[in-house]
């Protein structure tokens, strides 16, 4: 069977939906980014990747839920969804989760918050959004950053136990500039304490220097990481197409990750690299080996 990898991932269709992020600034990342492209650079790679799950990238429609529910027909590399709704508003979120569950590829909701204010993990409206997700089974990644957002990833495993909650990019620490670093391992630290709560390790040379970046910045923050929630509870994330803002590729940003877990038995290394993803999102379609 060999190594079970599932690739998380985003994709965008700027000639479909209005993106907030990337811009014309970003030259790198603004064009779309498809199944059919990250399939193309795998396509000649050793890298064993033949599952995608897919995560959010717009806040403001429900139309990108069924987008990739639609790319999923015809991509069986697809076999996980994180979607959105609108967590501000829990009067609605009941019925339309509903709606998507029936579609076997949901398998959890984010909310990206970089664009909200600092208290919006904590607010009622969100909490109770949050409460139905947690009823429907669902999982909610946590897209944070010290100092202020990541301190919810604790606040939120403590008040919801049985939602698994995945906290992207490891919590975005300032790999390059150091700032802040006190405040996201106390929170880290924190909510790992919490079983209902995963670590994607993903992200990671975007948050370091972009230019000059090499395994030795980013494998500390790793190792933090692993020791804090152990090898079952940390998932590999490619971050695709994000990472090539840093001048990488998917080979590269995988390759830095296998040097960082070096430290690894290979058993762990296997849950790392997919079978965590698998069982933490609960994946319900076939898998491709």
């Given at each position: 069977m060999g190594e079970i990898i599932a690739g998380i991932s985003d994709f965008w269709n700027l000639k479909k939906f209005n993106y907030a992020w990337p811009t014309e600034e970003h030259s790198a990342l603004f064009r779309s980014f498809l199944p059919e492209?990250?399939?193309?650079?795998?396509?000649?790679?050793?890298?064993?990747?033949?599952?995608?799950?897919?995560?959010?990238?717009?806040?403001?429609?429900?139309?990108?839920?069924?987008?990739?529910?639609d790319l999923a027909r015809k991509h069986s590399s697809i076999v996980g969804v994180v979607g959105w709704v609108d967590l501000s508003k829990p009067d609605e979120v009941g019925a339309i989760v509903d709606n998507l569950r029936t579609n076997?590829?949901?398998?959890?909701?984010?909310?990206?918050?970089?664009?909200?204010?600092?208290?919006?993990?904590?607010?009622?409206?969100?909490?109770?959004?949050?409460?139905?997700?947690?009823?429907?089974?669902?999982?909610?990644?946590?897209?944070?950053?010290?100092?202020?957002?990541?301190?919810?990833a604790a606040e939120l495993a403590e008040k919801f136990p049985r939602l698994k909650l995945m906290i992207d990019h490891i919590g975005k620490p300032d790999i390059k500039d150091g700032k802040y670093i006190?405040?996201?391992?106390?929170?880290?630290?924190?909510?790992?304490?919490?079983?209902?709560?995963?670590?994607?390790?993903?992200?990671?040379?975007?948050?370091?220097?972009?230019?000059?970046?090499?395994?030795?910045?980013?494998?500390?923050?790793?190792?933090?990481c692993l020791d804090c929630f152990g090898a079952r509870r940390c998932v590999f994330g490619s971050d695709y197409p994000v990472f090539r803002?840093?001048?990488?590729?998917?080979?590269?940003?995988?390759?830095?990750?296998?040097?960082?877990?070096?430290?690894?038995?290979?058993?762990e290394k296997r849950a790392i690299w997919g079978e965590n993803a698998v069982e933490f999102y609960n994946i319900k379609v076939p898998l491709n080996y």
């Open positions: 492209d990250l399939e193309d650079e795998l396509k000649n790679s050793s890298i064993p990747v033949k599952n995608f799950i897919f995560v959010q990238v717009v806040n403001n429609t429900l139309d990108e839920n069924y987008w990739i529910f076997p590829l949901l398998v959890g909701l984010r909310y990206i918050t970089e664009f909200e204010d600092s208290d919006w993990l904590g607010r009622p409206e969100v909490h109770k959004s949050l409460s139905i997700i947690e009823n429907r089974g669902l999982t909610f990644d946590l897209l944070i950053r010290p100092p202020h957002k990541s301190r919810y006190d405040e996201w391992k106390q929170h880290i630290s924190q909510a790992a304490k919490y079983p209902n709560v995963y670590c994607k390790l993903s992200g990671l040379v975007t948050e370091a220097d972009l230019d000059t970046w090499k395994s030795h910045d980013l494998k500390p923050y790793v190792k933090f803002m840093a001048n990488t590729t998917y080979e590269g940003v995988y390759t830095v990750l296998q040097e960082c877990l070096d430290g690894c038995t290979e058993e």
